[in-house]
């Protein structure tokens, strides 16, 4: 090989570049956390499964759907009708958001801005 001297040491630096993020989170296993569920065993507006996947997604889509378009009345995949608001459906369920909301937010280190609009259920006990 014609440049040996620097071919081998620029792949030896490549390769400790590239695998950085393995060292430094070496034996740094955490548990994902497990949200405590409403103690009522009341069916979700979708399935547990699309909620844990697309929860924002559907918070989202409900915001631009009440917002822009004025539309308040969601259906779920089993036909069954929902006023879409996240305090007066969401919030009836899932009133303690250090219990559910933030246990899996804080893991992600994911900071939603729900909070900015709405009144946290805890917030909202206290002033009643």
């Known amino acids: 090989m014609y440049n040996a001297n620097k071919v081998i040491p620029g792949i ?4 400790l570049f590239f695998t950085i993020p393995i060292w430094l989170n070496f034996g740094r296993l955490e548990a994902i956390p497990k949200p405590e569920l409403p103690k009522k065993e009341k069916k979700c507006i979708e399935s547990k499964e699309y909620m844990r996947a697309y929860h924002m997604k559907l918070l989202d889509d409900w915001r ?24 007066r459906t969401c919030f009836k369920c899932h009133n303690d958001t250090e219990k559910f909301c933030d246990k899996c937010h804080n893991f992600v280190i994911t900071h939603p801005d729900c909070w900015d609009c709405h009144i946290a259920p805890e917030v909202a006990k206290k002033w009643q």
Do not use: H, P, V
């Open 12 to 15: 030896i630096i490549f390769i």
């Open 64 to 87: 631009k759907k009440a917002i822009r378009e004025n539309k308040y009345i969601y259906t779920a995949s089993d036909g069954k009708k929902y006023f879409i608001s996240l305090q």
